[in-house]
């Protein structure tokens, strides 16, 4: 396990210029993460290129992007799309003729899930097969790239890949009682883990979260060389999630979602980056802050740590009439004779829950669920969600927003000089970036 590294000061190096090129590793689908530093790569005059990770037809087959879905896909990323699909994991590949794992696991019960066992040969030959398929279309693309990218240019690729759960009735009936059960609906998230099920699962998000860097990293090692070799330089980065420091008690301490199940590969994805970086690549996993986004919105709770952050943005520098605005929006999006105060007053008391504390322990990352865990932090989240005007109008998508605009420019000039394979980005440098765009 990596150590807590938290990035203390905010970065000013750029190394990055028009005729540089920046590859997005990962489709851009909506907002998230990425769009910041897409940002930072558009405003130094950065060539963008992206990948998709193809369609499935009817027959589930992966196909490359017709044409109107190729012109949606470079209008929303604003670059030129390399339209080969790939699509990391291997939940949907086989040998011919033979079951997917999705096929597999589409037909266990609910109620028979725990006991329902897998072809653990079958599912290797299934994941060899997706390895391969994968590997394939990256040497295709990375074709393209070498072809895209100029001698002396400096590239930045982008990795965004994560996720990798089958698409399954079942699956998704588990984790609404893994990830929002309270009581009777309550479920272990160790039971799940236990399972054939869940180890696939740790399996598949092995592969699309944490060895797709890898593999990017050792596919672009001619790209890499040619590059340096005349006169370039070239970075990759990854986002990771390890938890964040957030302010508790006056004071900035880490703390985490609990159970974050990707957090195994998520480890992973920091292994590669530490290897890499030893071997004199410039490798950097950025652990970011919890927000929400259409992925995340299954972890009811994740979203609690995000009220700190109108502590830390007055704390860092924030003497300023921004950060006072920050908090009169969040006001507003609250029903009418409910205070600001009391949502932060109720965050802190959650946070200094006898429960929620034993959480708040580093070295055993990730851990499992609890009942008492479900109670307190599934009750708090639907508790402050019921006093908004808006379930679709949250102060945490206002916040969620505002540490997306600080983490862009935080991670594009860091990788101009980064300081190590793994970094954290707390609320305490988040906030002192956004103070820093709006001051004056």
Same mark, same amino acid.
């Given at each position: 396990?990596?150590?807590?590294?938290?990035?203390?000061?905010?970065?000013?190096?750029?190394?990055?210029?028009?005729?540089?090129?920046?590859?997005?590793?990962?489709?851009?689908?909506?907002?998230?993460?990425?769009?910041?530093?897409?940002?930072?790569?558009?405003?130094?005059?950065?060539?963008?290129?992206?990948?998709?990770?193809?369609?499935?037809?009817?027959?589930?087959? %992966?196909?490359?992007?017709?044409?109107?879905?190729?012109? #949606?896909?470079? /209008? +929303?990323?604003?670059? !030129?799309? *390399?339209?080969?699909?790939?699509?990391?994991?291997?939940?949907?590949?086989?040998?011919?003729?033979?079951?997917?794992?999705?096929?597999?696991?589409?037909?266990?019960?609910?109620?028979?899930?725990?006991?329902?066992?897998?072809?653990?040969?079958?599912?290797?030959?299934?994941?060899?097969?997706?390895?391969?398929?994968?590997?394939?279309?990256?040497?295709?693309?990375?074709?393209?790239?070498?072809?895209?990218?100029?001698?002396?240019?400096?590239?930045?690729?982008?990795?965004?890949?994560?996720?990798?759960?089958?698409?399954?009735?079942?699956?998704?009936?588990?984790?609404?009682?893994?990830?929002?059960?309270?009581?009777?609906?309550?479920?272990?998230?160790?039971?799940?883990?236990?399972?054939? %099920?869940?180890?696939?699962?740790?399996?598949?998000?092995? #592969?699309?979260? /944490? +060895?797709?860097?890898? !593999?990017? *990293?050792?596919?672009?090692?001619?790209?890499?060389?040619?590059?340096?070799?005349?006169?370039?330089?070239?970075?990759?980065?990854?986002?990771?999630?390890?938890?964040?420091?957030?302010?508790?008690?006056?004071?900035?301490?880490?703390?985490?979602?609990?159970?974050?199940?990707?957090?195994?590969?998520?480890?992973?994805?920091?292994?590669?980056?530490?290897?890499?970086?030893?071997?004199?690549?410039?490798?950097?996993?950025?652990?970011?802050?919890?927000?929400?986004?259409?992925?995340?919105?299954?972890?009811?709770?994740?979203?609690?740590?995000?009220?700190?952050?109108?502590?830390?943005?007055?704390?860092?520098?924030?003497?300023?009439?921004?950060?006072?605005?920050?908090?009169?929006?969040?006001?507003?999006?609250?029903?009418?004779?409910?205070?600001?105060?009391?949502?932060?007053?109720?965050?802190?008391?959650?946070?200094?829950?006898?429960?929620?504390?034993?959480?708040?322990?580093?070295?055993?990352?990730?851990?499992?669920?609890?009942?008492?865990?479900?109670?307190?932090?599934?009750?708090?989240?639907?508790?402050?969600?019921?006093?908004?005007?808006?379930?679709?109008?949250?102060?945490?998508?206002?916040?969620?927003?505002?540490?997306?605009?600080?983490?862009?420019?935080?991670?594009?000039?860091?990788?101009?000089?980064?300081?190590?394979?793994?970094?954290?980005?707390?609320?305490?440098?988040?906030?002192?970036?956004?103070?820093?765009?709006?001051?004056?």
């Amino acid at each position: 396990m990596s150590e807590l590294t938290p990035l203390r000061e905010i970065p000013h190096e750029n190394i990055f210029r028009k005729g540089d090129v920046f590859v997005l590793f990962g489709e851009l689908f909506g907002r998230g993460y990425v769009n910041g530093l897409i940002e930072e790569a558009r405003k130094a005059g950065m060539t963008i290129l992206g990948i998709t990770v193809g369609r499935r037809d009817e027959e589930h087959r %992966l196909r490359s992007l017709n044409e109107q879905e190729l012109q #949606e896909a470079e /209008a +929303n990323l604003g670059g !030129r799309v *390399i339209n080969v699909p790939l699509m990391a994991g291997f939940d949907q590949d086989a040998p011919s003729g033979e079951p997917t794992p999705t096929d597999l696991i589409a037909k266990m019960g609910l109620k028979t899930w725990q006991e329902d066992k897998l072809d653990w040969d079958h599912i290797e030959r299934c994941r060899e097969v997706g390895i391969k398929r994968f590997r394939d279309s990256l040497a295709q693309v990375v074709a393209e790239l070498d072809k895209a990218i100029p001698d002396g240019a400096n590239a930045f690729f982008a990795h965004t890949m994560a996720g990798g759960i089958p698409k399954t009735k079942v699956f998704l009936a588990i984790a609404n009682r893994v990830y929002k059960g309270r009581g009777d609906r309550f479920l272990s998230s160790r039971e799940l883990l236990d399972s054939d %099920l869940g180890k696939f699962i740790l399996t598949n998000f092995d #592969e699309v979260t /944490a +060895n797709t860097f890898r !593999r990017l *990293i050792d596919a672009t090692a001619g790209i890499r060389k040619r590059l340096e070799d005349s006169g370039g330089q070239v970075r990759y980065t990854a986002y990771g999630y390890h938890g964040t420091e957030i302010l508790i008690n006056g004071e900035y301490q880490w703390q985490t979602y609990t159970n974050y199940t990707q957090g195994y590969a998520k480890m992973r994805l920091e292994d590669h980056a530490e290897a890499a970086w030893q071997e004199g690549v410039k490798a950097t996993v950025f652990n970011c802050p919890e927000i929400r986004t259409n992925s995340s919105d299954i972890f009811v709770g994740v979203e609690l740590s995000l009220f700190p952050l109108l502590y830390a943005l007055k704390r860092e520098n924030g003497e300023g009439s921004w950060a006072g605005e920050q908090w009169q929006i969040c006001q507003e999006l609250l029903e009418e004779g409910v205070d600001l105060q009391q949502i932060l007053d109720k965050i802190e008391a959650y946070n200094n829950d006898e429960t929620i504390r034993k959480f708040r322990n580093f070295d055993a990352w990730p851990m499992d669920n609890t009942a008492e865990l479900a109670d307190v932090m599934v009750g708090t989240s639907e508790e402050i969600t019921k006093l908004h005007k808006d379930r679709k109008a949250l102060i945490t998508d206002h916040l969620s927003a505002l540490v997306l605009e600080g983490t862009g420019p935080l991670m594009f000039h860091e990788a101009s000089a980064p300081h190590g394979p793994v970094l954290w980005l707390g609320h305490d440098i988040i906030a002192r970036q956004l103070n820093r765009l709006h001051a004056g």
